[in-house]
């Protein structure tokens, strides 16, 4: 059975960080993708990150490059997602989600997510 455990959501100011983790358990990963997404409230889930966990090659949406980075922990079986420069528009759900079948950036196309962590920033 697989878990994923997202952590390290909350509230915080316009222009400050959280930085997320999404601990994998139940098996091991090293064939797929990990790939973090956000769900805002009346909108649909979108990507926001991803990264390889054989080679720690990553790829980011275009709204976050040059504010979000995402990293692997293999010795943990996590993924993190540090977040900066954060506005009131990156408020949402943010999940984690493990073996792709289809294109990384598409959230239909990963078998198993975590249960999402709330990011909330205020203006």
């Known amino acids: 059975q697989v878990q994923l455990v997202e952590s390290g959501g909350g509230l915080v100011q316009a222009g400050g960080s959280l930085r997320l983790s999404c601990a994998a358990s139940?098996?091991?990963?090293?064939?797929?993708?990990m790939g973090w997404f956000r769900q805002a409230p009346g909108k649909e889930r979108e990507f926001v990150a991803a990264?390889?966990?054989?080679?720690?090659?990553?790829y980011y949406a275009d709204f976050v490059k040059g504010r979000f980075a995402v990293s692997r922990d293999l010795t943990k079986n996590t993924v993190y997602l540090q977040m900066n420069s954060l506005s009131p528009e990156d408020t949402a759900v943010y999940y984690c989600?493990?073996?792709?079948?289809?294109?990384?950036?598409?959230?239909?196309?990963?078998?198993?997510w975590g249960q999402g962590t709330q990011v909330t920033v205020s203006s």
């Open positions: 989600a493990v073996d792709r079948h289809s294109a990384y950036y598409d959230p239909t196309g990963y078998n198993y």
């Open positions: 139940g098996r091991t990963f090293s064939s797929s993708d």
């Open positions: 990264i390889r966990w054989h080679d720690g090659t990553t």
